[in-house]
């Protein structure tokens, strides 16, 4: 149950409570009022009843007494039992009240029987007579008569037959004595009109009391209900702010944690106060993860340079390890190459003795060769005078040739004219009808003098042409043989010059030899030496390779360490990232 | 002209060639081949005339066949030559890219234009003549000139 539901069932339950209780008390006292009234109001006309039995009974009486004395005074006491129904005859006549019904009568002490009373049947009957009991089983005439002679006058109450009504209605009764008689002389009225009066006024009362209830109830009703719409308003408001802070109590812990939010504050009260320090709480908190959430980008970018870092020195210092085992079987090769040297040197020492013998004779050799190729430097060069002589005719027979052409462009041209000269012939006949005939057959033969003569001629072009195509290539191919001989002239002089360089060479060598055969020995002692430091070298060599393999770990070490911190930072990146502060 | 005489007979072309095309006219309407070719332009002519020349104390008009025949203007080279032909006793010059010769036609031989040859060379033909291997347009020399 929420503190909104709460605080409504609180509230309802306290007016309802309230309300109830009000109704209640008011109620109650409204009647108990009413019935203090009720009774004040019967008490007073029960007292107003009295007064007026009284009167009337005191005036019965004093009726009685004046009759009384007026009769003495007269002096017909005599016949006192005339004057005594004469009395009673006159008291029986004074009816009085609504409808003259009510009425006096008149108890005898004496005889203990009725005196005088409307029913006939009555009168002289004895008081302990079975018809003068009341519903209760009393017999009340006793009662009356046993007072009044004990007080001389009073009120009776009990209950006798109406007129007009079923029951026997409760009945009010004042005796006095007429003592000179022994007389009881007595009035009543009945009850059951101020009963009436007074059961009406109790239905009044309570009819107001149950409307006044009603009214209240209401009036308490309406003021409830406001009250509750007051306070389920005012419920809602608080739940509604609790609500969102608790939305953004949950949204935190639960991750979503959307720190951008802000409690809206719609009211001034404590709520609002603590809202107000819970948004500056959630700004601080906001402003706190941003910077965390900086840092742990930093962390986060620095970790992963450190992780960049580490995997440099790790791949230098592999590349370190590879490169020193590279040195290391470098090193190895060396030393075995430098044995290898020292056995290939004593072998070239027993060479060198070999290439002595063989220089000597080479030299003899290069005297022959000398020889020889002076005596094809000359040979080549008359060649190549032979050769410029045969082009030089060569190119005269084209100049002859080309003479020969000019000859036969000449003819063409003489046998074209020739062929116009014939056509106009020709054209020269045919106008001269019948009489050129003859000139035509002449200008014909002429025309076809000239076409064989074209004809002619063009095959003697036609073939000067391919001499002169001929000669050309012979010129060329004898200035290829002239370069060649000159190429070959050349190579021979170079021989020569060569072999002039090798004999003088040769000595050098002789004496080369030797040297080298001492320098071989030189090297040899120091190759020796050279093959102990290399063994050092390796030997050092493997200790560097251990070192850095122990850094290539190291490296490995700081690359994990980096590692863990990528993740840690990557971790506190989700983490705070979970929080959504923009 | 000559298409009046009777099929036996033999006609006498003259024939040359304009653009490697072989062409015809009658002999009889030919005065010479002239192989000189000096000419004097004349102002305002027509796009046809290249000049006048001097021939023997004549003066003759010089036209470029091909123009007239709608082709393009010729151009001189060394077979050049121009054919000086009568049209009603007055001397034209044609020039012509190259000479052919005399051949002796039978008149059966030769046939009119086909019908199809509306062309300006085909206004100008009078008949075409089937020597063996190929055929050579004779050309009208009076409505060349007109």
């Known amino acids: 149950m929420n503190i ?185 009225v009945y009850m059951d009109d101020i009963e009436a009066m007074t059961e009406r006024n109790r239905e009044n009362i309570e009819a107001g009391v149950s409307r006044m209830t009603l009214m209240l109830s209401l009036l308490t009703m309406g003021v409830c209900s406001a009250i509750i719409i007051i306070a389920v308003f005012v419920a809602q408001r608080i739940g509604k702010t609790l609500k969102e802070a608790g939305v953004m109590f949950r949204d935190i812990s639960e991750g979503e944690a959307d720190l951008t939010q802000r409690l809206e504050i719609h009211s001034k009260d404590e709520i609002a106060d603590m809202a107000h320090s819970f948004n500056i709480f959630i700004g601080k908190l906001q402003q706190m993860i941003q910077e965390i959430a900086e840092k742990a980008d930093t962390l986060n970018s620095a970790s992963e340079e450190m992780t960049e870092l580490s995997r440099h020195f790790s791949s230098g210092a592999d590349y370190m390890l590879m490169k020193s085992n590279t040195v290391a079987a470098a090193t190895e090769e060396l030393s075995s190459g430098v044995e290898s040297i020292a056995e290939a040197m004593s072998h070239a020492s027993s060479n060198i003795n070999t290439v002595v013998t063989s220089t000597e004779e080479m030299a ?43 000859v036969t462009e000449t003819i063409i041209e003489i046998s074209d004219q020739t062929k116009l000269l014939a056509l106009n012939a020709t054209i020269e006949a045919a106008r001269a009808g019948e009489a050129g005939k003859g000139f035509a057959v002449v200008a014909n033969e002429i025309k076809e003098l000239a076409r064989n003569t074209a004809l002619a001629s063009q095959d003697i072009r036609k073939r000067i042409e391919g001499i002169l195509n001929s000669i050309r290539g012979a010129v060329a191919e004898i200035i290829q043989i002239t370069d060649v001989i000159n190429e070959i002239s050349d190579i021979v002089s170079v021989i020569a010059a060569a072999v002039d360089q090798q004999s003088v060479n040769n000595k050098d060598a002789a004496k080369s030899v030797s040297d080298i055969s001492m320098g071989i020995r030189d090297v040899n002692q120091n190759l020796n030496q050279s093959s102990t430091v290399f063994a050092e070298i390796a030997r050092d060599i493997g200790e560097v390779n251990e070192m850095i393999s122990n850094v290539s770990k190291t490296g490995a070490h700081i690359d994990a360490g980096a590692e863990t911190l990528s993740e840690t930072a990557e971790s506190l990146r989700s983490l705070v990232f979970k929080f959504k502060v923009k | 002209m000559n298409e009046t005489k009777t099929n036996s007979e033999l006609i006498e072309i003259c024939t040359f060639y304009l653009r490697n ?101 085909g206004a100008m033909t009078v008949g075409v003549y089937k020597s063996p291997g190929l055929l050579i347009n004779i050309l009208d020399i009076d409505r060349v000139v007109e």
């Open chain 1, 4 to 188: 909104k539901t709460k605080l409504i069932l609180l509230v309802i339950a306290g007016v309802v409570t309230l309300g109830a209780a009000t109704i209640r008390i008011t109620a109650s006292l409204l009647e108990k009022e009413g019935l203090a009234e009720i009774k004040n109001i019967r008490s007073l006309l029960i007292d107003q009843r009295q007064i007026m039995l009284e009167n009337l009974v005191d005036n019965a009486v004093r009726i009685i007494e004046l009759k009384y004395t007026e009769a003495q005074n007269e002096g017909r006491s005599g016949n006192e039992a005339d004057v005594k129904e004469k009395i009673a005859l006159t008291i029986d006549a004074m009816r009085y009240g609504e409808n003259k019904k009510d009425y006096f009568y008149i108890l005898c002490m004496d005889t203990q029987t009725v005196r005088m009373h409307p029913k006939k049947e009555f009168i002289g009957k004895k008081i302990t007579s079975d018809e003068f009991r009341d519903p209760d089983g009393e017999l009340f005439l006793v009662k009356q008569m046993d007072a009044a002679r004990d007080n001389k006058q009073g009120f009776d109450y009990y209950r006798w037959e109406k007129l007009g009504f079923d029951e026997p209605v409760s009945k009010m009764t004042f005796y006095k004595v007429f003592k000179e008689w022994n007389w009881v002389v007595a009035t009543g």
């Open chain 1, 364 to 406: 003899v050799t290069v005297t022959d060769i000398a020889e020889q190729s002076e005596k094809a430097r000359r040979i080549t060069g008359r060649a190549v005078e032979k050769a410029m002589g045969a082009s030089e005719r060569v190119q005269e027979f084209g100049e002859a040739a080309k003479d020969i052409e000019k």
């Open chain 2, 21 to 121: 095309q072989i062409y015809g006219v009658n002999i009889q309407n030919v005065r010479e081949i002239n192989k000189n070719q000096v000419y004097t332009k004349t102002p305002r002519a027509p796009e046809f005339v290249l000049g006048v020349m001097n021939l023997r104390g004549r003066i003759v008009t010089v036209i470029d066949l091909a123009v007239k025949l709608g082709l393009s203007p010729s151009r001189t080279t060394s077979e050049t030559r121009i054919l000086i032909v009568d049209s009603h006793n007055e001397y034209v010059g044609l020039l012509i890219d190259r000479i052919g010769d005399v051949v002796s036609a039978p008149g059966a031989d030769i046939d009119p234009p086909p019908a199809n040859l509306d062309d300006v060379a």
